[in-house]
């Protein structure tokens, strides 16, 4: 903004001074050529003396010269008229410049005071700035100094924390007295910390099915292994075999019956096994959710243990416990299935 006012200004002056210098030298001219028409003028009248002593007495008066006129020619007062009505224009352009300059060193004074008032606004916001950082400074040494303090005494709690003896939790559980399960159960699997449904109940229909069909040809053999499955991941291997009757039944049926029964079953786990962690097994829409909220009614949670998921049962445990559901534990060796007999034990439930 300065140096468009700077510019401005030094313009004006320029055309100021050339404008005075033609009027000097329009003026020179006018004065050189007047002169000039002055010395190119009619000779002066001569005195009465003078005409008295030159003229000869007989003179006549034809003789006499003709007085001239006292107004100037015409020509020399067209070109007069001419030298002023230039001598008007320039006088109005002279004065058309110094309007002109008058408004340009009043367009500079108002640049300049604005110039100033803007450079006041701008040392008030440096000034404004420099204590705000200053005080920034003054702060961020007061952070550093307490951060320190809070690092000292971080340093001396852990060394108080370090030299304090560990202290043991014990944690203490309720174990509700345990009852035979009687009625419909769901089974599950619980093998490396993951949980999976056992379709026991699907896969003894189909073994049944096919017992039923084959009733006659087993009643020849009279023993028989055969599979059923997979129904979820999971396949049942079973033992046929022709049994005798009791005695109350001998008396009913003759001493020449007998049955076809199922003497034992194992349910085998497939490779590709759906099982689930019991985070997953624990959100809505999850397998083992489904087979807990389908599950009939009345009917108690059966899970099969293994030593490696006895912390992903208890989770499960209270879980399906909340839900008002009984829940049995059946615990596995490593390598055992899952099995059972004609003769084996009930499970027993919380």
Known sequence: MSRKHHDEDHFGSDSFLDVLANIVGILIILIVSAAARV?????????????????????????????????????????????????????????????????????????????????????????????????????????????????GLLAEFEEVESARPPTTQIKHRLVPVSQEVVGKEVHFRLSGGRVSAVPIDTLAERMKAQLERQKDWLASRGHHEAVVGPVDGYSMRFQVERMS????????????????????????????????????????????????RTA??????????????????RILQAACQAEGFVVAARPLPAGIGIAGSPDGTRSAGQ
């Open 296 to 313: 009939p009614e009345g009917a108690s949670l059966t899970f099969w243990v293994y030593p490696d998921s006895f912390h992903a049962f």
């Open 39 to 151: 010395q190119r003028g009619p000779e002066p009248l001569p005195t009465s003396s003078d005409t008295e002593m030159s003229t000869p007495l007989a003179a006549t008066p034809a003789s006499l010269p003709a007085p001239e006129s006292d107004e100037p020619p015409a020509e020399f007062t067209a070109e007069m008229r001419a030298l002023q009505q230039k001598m008007a224009a320039v006088v109005e352009k002279s004065r058309q410049a110094t309007a002109r300059l008058q408004e340009l060193e009043a367009e500079s004074d108002a640049a300049n005071n604005s110039l100033a008032s803007e450079q006041k606004t701008a040392d008030d916001k440096t000034n404004k700035l420099k204590k705000k950082q200053l005080r920034l400074a003054r702060l961020e040494e007061a952070i550093g100094e307490r951060q320190g303090v809070l690092k």
């Open 245 to 292: 009757l009791s005695a109350l039944d001998r008396n009913r049926y003759g001493f020449g019956a007998y049955r076809i029964g199922v003497s034992q079953w194992e349910i085998i786990p497939e490779r590709n096994l759906p099982d689930e962690s019991p985070e997953e097994a624990l959100r809505r829409g999850s397998r083992f959710s489904l087979a807990v």
